[in-house]
């Protein structure tokens, strides 16, 4: 389950966005949920309840966590 992320952000340059989920809970490792990138640069929110590709802009990519699993 994700949850919504909003942002008001433009640029006549602005081709895509990328949105890294760290965990700043983990004092002794870095540990990363989620990468999402490639996010058109015309887009203002990601709504909840994405749990894959599926409701994200197309052309979205993502990659895997520390687990080695697409989250």
Do not use: V
Request: proline residues 3%; negative net charge; contains cysteine.
């Amino acid at each position: 389950m994700s949850h919504p992320f909003s942002w008001n952000y433009e640029s006549a340059d602005l081709k895509s966005f990328t949105i890294i989920c760290e965990d700043i809970d983990k004092q002794d490792e870095k540990f990363i949920h989620r990468i999402i990138f490639n996010i058109a640069g015309d887009t203002k929110e990601l709504l909840t309840g994405f749990t894959d590709l599926r409701g994200l802009p197309k052309g979205t990519k993502e990659t895997a966590n520390c687990f080695g699993k697409l989250d």
